[in-house]
């Protein structure tokens, strides 16, 4: 299976972002599962960052609809 993916970000202020993405799977036997979603983000503190998305699915093998909420910790070197 391989996996294509296209995405924008942009920085609104120091603390929120938003994105845009376009993706799917492609698999040798299996119909495109071809997505379309976009979320904020916000950055917490220096090495803590929340994120929401939602999207839709664009074919038949995707899914309808999905909402996603996420944290992501940088860790130091």
């Known amino acids: 299976m391989h996996t294509a993916t296209s995405q924008i970000a942009v920085s609104l202020t120091d603390v929120w972002g938003v994105f845009g993405e376009l993706f ?45 909420v996420g944290v992501s910790i940088r860790l130091p070197h």
Not at 30 to 54: C, I, R, V, W, Y
């Open 24 to 68: 799917g799977d492609f698999g040798d036997q299996q119909k495109p599962a071809m997505s379309f979603g976009g979320g904020a983000t916000a950055l917490l503190k220096e090495n803590l960052q929340a994120d929401f998305s939602f999207g839709v699915g664009l074919s038949s093998a995707a899914p309808e609809w999905f909402v996603s």
